[in-house]
């Protein structure tokens, strides 16, 4: 079952106060954008995340091996309409006890039918302003659940942003059994 603001609020006290218990391998696969909530809302930005649902918003991690340790990530986050996609890549690693997921996006490509039309590296960011998500919890599907009933999603991530906000990320069927 998908949690609400209410149950992801109640989630996320107990994560200040005990931590998530999130690794690396909890956050691995591939996460589409289901719901987000602006800073102090408990209703859904509807039409926000219907927007972004419909470009098809995704946020994909993966282990980083040229990663110091076993926290590094590599990061995609992008938007697809049709054959056309914007892509930001990056790095990331795990940070603190609750974690605090810190990143970094370094080149900036957009692409037709998996063609790279464009590309730019991006400048690093102030050390003292680096983006971040504050992982709340995480939920994968169990192997017997693999195949899910109508309405109930493989995996979910819910994390709260820089800004504030609020977001839950559903995990795409190949990488639910990771």
Avoid at 3 to 31: T, V
Avoid at 88 to 93: C, H, N
């Amino acid at each position: 079952m998908i949690p609400d603001a209410q149950q992801l609020l109640d989630r996320e006290r107990r994560c200040r106060r005990e931590g998530s218990g999130l690794r690396r391998g909890d956050l691995l696969g591939s996460w589409q954008l289901e719901r987000i909530w602006n800073k102090g809302s408990l209703q859904p930005a509807t039409l926000a995340a219907s927007l972004l649902r419909g470009l098809a918003a995704r946020l994909q991690l993966e282990p980083d091996a040229s990663a110091p340790g076993e926290e590094g990530l590599r990061l995609v986050n992008s938007v697809r309409l049709g054959a056309l996609e914007v892509r930001f890549d990056g790095v990331g690693r795990l940070q603190g006890r609750r974690p605090l997921l810190v990143f970094r996006f370094d080149r900036l490509r957009l692409l037709l039918a998996g063609r790279v039309l464009f590309e730019r590296a991006l400048p690093a960011p102030d050390p003292l302003r680096m983006p971040f998500f504050a992982l709340i919890a995480a939920r994968r599907a169990a192997a017997g659940e693999l195949v899910p009933s109508k309405g109930v999603p493989l995996g979910w991530l819910a994390a709260r942003g820089r800004g504030g906000g609020l977001a839950l990320w559903l995990l795409e069927g190949a990488d639910a059994a990771g």
